[in-house]
């Protein structure tokens, strides 16, 4: 397939570099450069050398002085100031006749991987302005996110344990996340997400309140309603209740119809306050008084 520079698409991306392999030094800068191309960011600046201009670069140094021993200049893979470090490697396939980082999917390759992230541990702690994310990612294959916002070097896997690697088939669903890496990475901060939504709840929530009142609901009773569909969804998501418990309520009883909200919440609640059997599962007793 033909390829022309900068007119890389996410699939002629995946398709040209999935069949690469065992090759990290020959691959890295190409495969990064191409990779901007195709999330639609601009390509690092040259390298000068100088680290305070060295700002989004390939190769940035990082000095390191370990205890006793003279010091030494590291080569970050691909660095941009304020925004991310990444260290590269390539892996092989099984049946490949080289063997590059490790065969992928092997013990070995596990412990490569995560040594490179304690190497790109390694040099954010030569930069004063430590970067929200550290990256690393087997090129051609898959990516690890891992990432602070606190200012402090406890750096977690991103969004959690369980996905932070995604592979390069996975692209396209991820597009949105590696752009905000390179152009905004704070804005990926669970923290700042979790106060935007909980605001735009508490504004409908508080619309709805209001709605309530005006037809003729007493204030007692729209914040004792509004109370218990609240604990119902924290205890559907914390797994107190069955999965999907409300929600199914919800979506297959009372909005096809919602005649029948008030007799079938009425009934779910009964059962929370007393426990017993729900056609999702059995409840709990919640006791306190809430749904008394």
Same mark, same amino acid.
């Given at each position: 397939?033909?390829?022309?520079?900068?007119?890389?698409?996410?699939?002629?991306?995946?398709?040209?570099?999935?069949?690469?392999?065992?090759?990290?030094?020959?691959?890295?800068?190409?495969?990064?450069?191409?990779?901007?191309?195709?999330?639609?960011?601009?390509?690092?600046?040259?390298?000068?050398?100088?680290?305070?201009?060295?700002?989004?670069?390939?190769?940035?140094?990082?000095?390191?002085?370990?205890? /006793?021993?003279?010091?030494?200049?590291?080569?970050?893979?691909?660095?941009?100031?304020?925004?991310?470090?990444?260290?590269?490697?390539?892996?092989?396939?099984?049946?490949?006749?080289?063997?590059?980082?490790?065969?992928?999917?092997?013990?070995?390759?596990?412990?490569?991987?995560?040594?490179?992230?304690?190497?790109?541990?390694?040099?954010?702690?030569?930069?004063?302005?430590?970067?929200?994310?550290?990256?690393?990612?087997?090129?051609?294959?898959?990516?690890?996110?891992?990432?602070?916002?606190?200012?402090?070097?406890?750096?977690?896997?991103?969004?959690?344990?369980?996905?932070?690697?995604?592979?390069?088939?996975?692209?396209?669903?991820?597009?949105?996340?590696?752009?905000?890496?390179?152009?905004?990475?704070?804005?990926?901060?669970?923290?700042?997400?979790?106060?935007?939504?909980?605001?735009?709840?508490?504004?409908?929530?508080?619309?709805?309140?209001?709605?309530?009142?005006?037809?003729?609901?007493?204030?007692?009773?729209?914040?004792?309603?509004?109370?218990?569909?609240?604990?119902?969804?924290?205890?559907?998501?914390?797994?107190?209740?069955?999965?999907?418990?409300?929600?199914?309520?919800?979506?297959?009883?009372?909005?096809?119809?919602?005649?029948?909200?008030?007799?079938?919440?009425?009934?779910?609640?009964?059962?929370?306050?007393?426990?017993?059997?729900?056609?999702?599962?059995?409840?709990?007793?919640?006791? /306190? /008084?809430?749904?008394?």
């Amino acid at each position: 397939m033909a390829y022309h520079a900068r007119a890389m698409t996410l699939e002629t991306f995946i398709e040209r570099w999935s069949k690469s392999g065992a090759a990290e030094r020959a691959n890295k800068d190409q495969f990064l450069a191409e990779l901007c191309d195709a999330i639609k960011v601009k390509r690092p600046d040259p390298t000068t050398g100088d680290p305070a201009r060295d700002l989004y670069v390939f190769e940035r140094d990082a000095v390191q002085v370990a205890e /006793g021993q003279k010091q030494s200049i590291g080569k970050i893979d691909l660095y941009k100031d304020g925004c991310f470090l990444l260290e590269a490697k390539q892996g092989s396939e099984a049946g490949s006749p080289k063997l590059g980082t490790a065969k992928r999917g092997t013990a070995a390759w596990n412990v490569a991987m995560r040594d490179a992230f304690g190497q790109a541990l390694g040099y954010a702690r030569t930069i004063e302005r430590r970067p929200p994310f550290l990256l690393t990612c087997d090129i051609g294959y898959c990516f690890d996110l891992y990432a602070t916002f606190d200012g402090s070097w406890d750096y977690r896997a991103f969004p959690n344990a369980q996905t932070n690697r995604f592979f390069l088939r996975d692209l396209p669903a991820q597009r949105d996340t590696l752009r905000a890496i390179f152009l905004e990475p704070h804005a990926l901060d669970p923290a700042r997400r979790a106060a935007k939504v909980t605001c735009e709840v508490a504004g409908h929530i508080a619309e709805l309140a209001r709605e309530l009142e005006e037809a003729g609901n007493g204030s007692e009773t729209v914040a004792a309603f509004l109370m218990r569909c609240l604990f119902t969804m924290f205890a559907e998501d914390v797994g107190l209740l069955p999965e999907r418990t409300f929600v199914k309520l919800l979506e297959d009883e009372c909005i096809p119809n919602p005649a029948k909200f008030p007799v079938q919440v009425m009934n779910l609640w009964a059962a929370m306050n007393e426990g017993g059997f729900w056609p999702t599962g059995k409840l709990l007793r919640f006791n /306190g /008084g809430l749904f008394a």
